[in-house]
């Protein structure tokens, strides 16, 4: 049935402009002034809304197996969750399990996602390097439409790869058009670190932000960097905290390099005292890596957005219970990491950032939409309001107001780290697919309703640059393929 949304103001990420849109089909079918209602269209009133791109959320780890258990919100609940918060897509990880090949990965984590209720993709992990690996990231692009592989600086002994294996898969990953992606924290000291402090007897949560401090950040950001620089390969930095991963990321692109940096909604507004709450259960539950940062940090993330040389918020929405969380009681080193985030993203977002004026409402449409569609080769499919593009949208209200408690949340733990924040500037009603997905605070997406979206390689323009020219051209032509 089409649906005409009518009177509002759309807000795309290069400009806004009063217009209704009709969608059909799941698509955008006409955006402009005064269309007129096709017979037996449903029609959503947005007078004094804004009507903007759904939320891509491109990290999330739903029914993920991490540090001994599986993190609480499935893609059920966590792209229910992602609805009623104005994301329409998720972007979740494939993680191959010790020997498991990529292949098996990808199908594993298909029938997962099997209950998504909002479209999603996936990226996949590289945690070792071998020949079947470096074989199957063919299969993975040019069959399983993912053009995105996660390396791992931290987690030394489990997903942790070595610069060898990285400079490795970073070129494997440019010869295939694809974007390797970065957790950059640098394992090996903060493996040292967490020795030392267990070592003089620190055994809680404030345990995990000293031992992760912004250098071990800074340093593997700068490392990846290089490290892509000299395999030919864009890079993408997740979960970008700190002032100096930031700027080391700025410092890339202003030498031409296409670098991409993406700070989490909780690094932008918590920060690293929530780790000295003397209620245990509270502090672990905000236990995450990178962990929060000395709030000084903040705004330069907050500049990062405004000048583009950060691009995307997203989450890393991986949330365990208070009970899961226990299973560090006496060693912060095994709280699992993850804090929760999906259905908050946009609200706090906005609240912190639009009614602040530390972003324009365009501004806020790139970096929770087009940046990441763009960035992920979906654009315009995904993250434009504009004829032919997915009908995924957002009715905001920039009036409406919530205040965020666990005790309304669709997500399945029992707390949630922006417990208390005061949100001006709600979605109030989002469609998915070219159905209303969430309207009236009642999520009627159901389980299955979601599509995979499998994302094309990237040209090899993208993938050149400089320093990779300089280095292999005395050699050969081709491309330095580091083969196991
Ligand atoms: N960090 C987290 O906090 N959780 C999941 C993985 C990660 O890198
Ligand atoms: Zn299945
Ligand atoms: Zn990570
Ligand atoms: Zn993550």
Redesign the pocket.
Same mark, same amino acid.
């Not at 849109?21 to 947005?46: C, F, H, M, S, Y």
């Not at 942790?160 to 950059?184: I, K, Q, T, W, Y």
């Not at 602040?356 to 501004?363: A, D, F, Q, S």
């Given at each position: 049935m089409p649906i005409l949304i009518r009177g509002g103001i759309v807000v795309n990420h290069d400009h806004s402009r009063p217009a209704d849109v009709l969608v059909d089909g799941g698509t955008i079918t006409a955006v402009g002034r005064k269309l007129d209602a096709p017979k037996g269209a449903e029609v959503i009133e947005a007078d004094g809304c804004f009507v903007l791109p759904g939320g891509i959320d491109p +990290?999330t +780890?739903l029914e993920m197996p991490f540090m001994g258990t599986t993190s609480a919100d499935d893609f059920e609940s966590g792209t229910k969750a992602a609805l009623s918060g104005g994301t329409t897509m998720v972007v979740d990880f494939c993680l191959p399990g010790s020997g498991q090949s990529l292949l098996a990965a990808y199908q594993e984590w298909r029938h997962k996602s099997e209950k998504a209720a909002c479209d999603y993709g996936f990226h996949m992990a590289v945690t070792w390097w071998d020949k079947p690996v470096f074989d199957e990231m063919e299969t993975v692009v040019k069959t399983y439409g993912i053009n995105t592989f996660k390396h791992f600086l931290a987690y030394k002994g489990a997903l942790m790869v070595n610069d060898d294996e990285l400079f490795a898969s970073f070129g494997r990953c440019a010869g295939l058009g694809a974007l390797p992606l970065v +957790?950059a924290e640098n394992g090996d000291v903060v493996f040292r670190l967490q020795q030392h402090y267990i070592d003089i007897g620190v055994t809680g949560p404030e345990g995990h932000s000293y031992s992760r401090p912004p250098e071990v950040e800074a340093e593997a950001t700068n490392r990846a960097i290089m490290i892509a620089d000299m395999a030919g390969s864009q890079l993408y930095v997740? +979960?970008t905290s700190s002032r100096e991963a930031h700027e080391a990321i700025a410092r890339a692109r202003a030498a031409g390099k296409r670098v991409y940096g993406e700070p989490l909604i909780q690094h932008l507004v918590l920060d690293d005292r929530e780790y000295q709450n003397k209620d245990w259960d509270y502090a672990a539950g905000r236990v995450m890596s990178p962990p929060f940062r000395d709030k000084s940090n903040q705004d330069s993330l907050w500049a990062g957005l405004a000048a583009g040389s950060l691009q995307v918020v997203a989450t890393?929405h991986?949330a365990f219970t208070v009970a899961q969380k226990r299973m560090g009681l006496g060693d912060f080193r095994k709280i699992p990491n993850g804090t929760g985030g999906l259905e908050d993203r946009m609200p706090v977002l906005w609240a912190a950032g639009v009614n602040t004026g530390r972003l324009t409402k365009e501004e806020f449409v790139a970096v929770t939409s087009a940046n990441i569609a763009r960035i992920l080769n979906v654009y315009p499919r995904k993250g434009a309001v504009a004829v032919g593009s997915d009908a995924d949208l957002v009715v905001w209200d920039p009036g409406a107001t919530k205040t965020v408690t666990a005790r309304k949340q669709l997500s399945r733990i029992e707390y949630n780290v922006f417990e208390g924040h005061e949100c001006r500037g709600l979605p109030i009603v989002t469609l998915s697919g070219g159905r209303i997905a969430w309207a009236e605070g009642q999520v009627r997406a159901e389980k299955g309703d979601g599509r995979y979206v499998a994302r094309d390689p990237f040209p090899a323009a993208a993938v050149a640059n400089a320093t990779w020219k300089e280095l292999t051209r005395p050699r050969a032509v081709q491309r330095l393929e580091v083969t196991p």
């Amino acid at each position: 049935m089409p649906i005409l949304i009518r009177g509002g103001i759309v807000v795309n990420h290069d400009h806004s402009r009063p217009a209704d849109v009709l969608v059909d089909g799941g698509t955008i079918t006409a955006v402009g002034r005064k269309l007129d209602a096709p017979k037996g269209a449903e029609v959503i009133e947005a007078d004094g809304c804004f009507v903007l791109p759904g939320g891509i959320d491109p +990290h999330t +780890h739903l029914e993920m197996p991490f540090m001994g258990t599986t993190s609480a919100d499935d893609f059920e609940s966590g792209t229910k969750a992602a609805l009623s918060g104005g994301t329409t897509m998720v972007v979740d990880f494939c993680l191959p399990g010790s020997g498991q090949s990529l292949l098996a990965a990808y199908q594993e984590w298909r029938h997962k996602s099997e209950k998504a209720a909002c479209d999603y993709g996936f990226h996949m992990a590289v945690t070792w390097w071998d020949k079947p690996v470096f074989d199957e990231m063919e299969t993975v692009v040019k069959t399983y439409g993912i053009n995105t592989f996660k390396h791992f600086l931290a987690y030394k002994g489990a997903l942790m790869v070595n610069d060898d294996e990285l400079f490795a898969s970073f070129g494997r990953c440019a010869g295939l058009g694809a974007l390797p992606l970065v +957790h950059a924290e640098n394992g090996d000291v903060v493996f040292r670190l967490q020795q030392h402090y267990i070592d003089i007897g620190v055994t809680g949560p404030e345990g995990h932000s000293y031992s992760r401090p912004p250098e071990v950040e800074a340093e593997a950001t700068n490392r990846a960097i290089m490290i892509a620089d000299m395999a030919g390969s864009q890079l993408y930095v997740v +979960h970008t905290s700190s002032r100096e991963a930031h700027e080391a990321i700025a410092r890339a692109r202003a030498a031409g390099k296409r670098v991409y940096g993406e700070p989490l909604i909780q690094h932008l507004v918590l920060d690293d005292r929530e780790y000295q709450n003397k209620d245990w259960d509270y502090a672990a539950g905000r236990v995450m890596s990178p962990p929060f940062r000395d709030k000084s940090n903040q705004d330069s993330l907050w500049a990062g957005l405004a000048a583009g040389s950060l691009q995307v918020v997203a989450t890393d929405h991986c949330a365990f219970t208070v009970a899961q969380k226990r299973m560090g009681l006496g060693d912060f080193r095994k709280i699992p990491n993850g804090t929760g985030g999906l259905e908050d993203r946009m609200p706090v977002l906005w609240a912190a950032g639009v009614n602040t004026g530390r972003l324009t409402k365009e501004e806020f449409v790139a970096v929770t939409s087009a940046n990441i569609a763009r960035i992920l080769n979906v654009y315009p499919r995904k993250g434009a309001v504009a004829v032919g593009s997915d009908a995924d949208l957002v009715v905001w209200d920039p009036g409406a107001t919530k205040t965020v408690t666990a005790r309304k949340q669709l997500s399945r733990i029992e707390y949630n780290v922006f417990e208390g924040h005061e949100c001006r500037g709600l979605p109030i009603v989002t469609l998915s697919g070219g159905r209303i997905a969430w309207a009236e605070g009642q999520v009627r997406a159901e389980k299955g309703d979601g599509r995979y979206v499998a994302r094309d390689p990237f040209p090899a323009a993208a993938v050149a640059n400089a320093t990779w020219k300089e280095l292999t051209r005395p050699r050969a032509v081709q491309r330095l393929e580091v083969t196991p």
